[in-house]
């Protein structure tokens, strides 16, 4: 599955955004998608996963509360809404397809840069 995450841009703290991660090919449906960001001198980090179904989703704790994940497999695209954002929240945010909601990757999408101005 060829992934193509949007939505980024430049938000004041306390605003919110809506990601989008956009699959092509017939097993968007069957994959759980994972959603990852990277700060800028940090290490690639886990935010949100989603399984196949929508059933099940986990969150890194520092987003739990604002960041909400869900997927709409009739349009092969997943999202990542994200309110009360902080400058903390600033990095490029990838989307990637999985096995399962806790899987390695085994797609990634290109990132989109997301910047939260104090």
């Known amino acids: 599955v060829q992934l193509q995450a949007s939505g980024g841009g430049t938000v004041q703290a306390g605003g919110s955004l809506r990601l989008s991660c956009a699959a092509s090919?017939?097993?968007?449906?069957?994959?759980?998608i994972r959603w990852f960001r990277q700060a800028p001198g940090k290490e690639r980090e886990f935010v949100a996963a989603i399984s196949w179904n929508g059933g099940t989703t986990y969150y890194v704790d520092s987003v739990k509360g604002r960041f909400t994940i869900s997927r709409d497999n009739a349009k092969n695209t997943a999202y990542l809404q994200m309110n009360s954002l902080k400058p903390e929240d600033t990095a490029v945010y990838y989307c990637?397809?999985?096995?399962?909601?806790?899987?390695?990757?085994?797609?990634w999408g290109q990132g989109t840069l997301v910047t939260v101005s104090s």
């Open positions: 090919g017939r097993t968007f449906s069957s994959n759980a």
């Open positions: 990637a397809a999985a096995r399962t909601v806790t899987s390695y990757p085994n797609s």
